[in-house]
């Protein structure tokens, strides 16, 4: 027991962190001539402010205010020129009818999907109907044979029409999003 105990002590003591592995390879490897400047967690300025790529947020609103007034007519009249609790306003009301559009959308994918589930049970009853009896399956075969065609494309057109509905679902999301519809909005 106290051997065992030894043994891991030993090997505890021996192992060295694969960061300090990677520390102490880092400080062997030999430089390069390169001039580009390599950033991890050893020298990165920690008192020292680091620059974001791209605009700031408030030079952006400024812009967009900026290129509002831009758009604004020739002739000093205030037509061009929104309220942006009109401009909120009417992007709620495009909001709310595009959520209404996904909505009918998915209440009509709903539709479909019930009509497809009756019509798959009513398949499998009248499976179980025609092959529990011996005496029907020899009498109606070609009878069952006809109308088990025709149930299956039945059933295959559903499905199409589900997968159809489900891609138009699709791409009235994918307009929304466009359009600047939340995700949380969609759903």
Avoid: F
């Avoid at 831009?70 to 929104?82: E, L, Q, V, Y």
């Avoid at 909001?95 to 019930?114: C, F, G, T």
């Avoid at 029409?161 to 699709?170: T, V």
């Amino acid at each position: 027991m106290t051997a065992a105990v030894l043994i891991l002590l030993g090997v505890s003591a021996a192992a060295q962190s694969l960061g300090d592995y990677a520390r102490a390879a880092r400080k062997t490897k030999p430089q390069t001539g390169t001039t580009a400047r390599h950033y991890d967690n050893d020298n990165l300025p920690k008192n020292e402010h680091l620059s974001v790529v791209g605009p700031d947020s408030t030079s952006v609103a400024g812009s967009a205010q900026t290129q509002a007034a831009n758009m604004a007519p020739a002739d000093g009249s205030k037509a061009g020129a929104k309220d942006p609790n009109v401009v909120t306003a009417d992007h709620q009301k495009a909001a709310q009818e595009m959520q209404k559009k996904l909505d009918e959308k998915k209440q009509k994918i709903d539709a479909l999907n019930h009509e497809l589930d009756l019509a798959q049970r009513e398949y499998r009853l009248r499976a179980v109907a025609m092959y529990s009896d011996a005496g029907s399956r020899l009498r109606d075969a070609a009878q069952w044979d006809k109308q088990d065609s025709q149930y299956k494309q039945e059933i295959e057109e559903k499905q199409k029409s589900i997968d159809a509905a489900k891609q138009e679902l699709e791409n009235a999301q994918e307009e929304a999003r466009k359009a600047g519809l939340k995700q949380k909005d969609q759903e």
